[in-house]
């Protein structure tokens, strides 16, 4: 999933892809180095499974 992230594209994430989505913020979690880089990680998956639970939603990761 976090290989389809492009820095310069947007992608669009649906309900259905957050399982696989929280699993791998969880791994990246496993090797952040810096708080900073935990709570970036921990908000994203606060959105990840808020929008896992409803399937009404989806996560838009727009890049630059």
Not at 4 to 27: H, K, N, V
Not at 28 to 55: F, I, P, Q, Y
């Amino acid at each position: 999933m976090l290989e389809r992230i492009d820095p310069y594209g947007d992608l669009i994430l649906t309900s259905e892809e957050m399982p696989q989505f929280l699993a791998e913020l969880d791994y990246l979690a496993g090797l952040a180095e810096t708080a900073g880089e935990r709570d970036v990680l921990a908000n994203v998956a606060r959105l990840a499974a808020a929008c896992g639970e409803d399937a009404a939603l989806e996560l838009h990761l727009v890049g630059d």
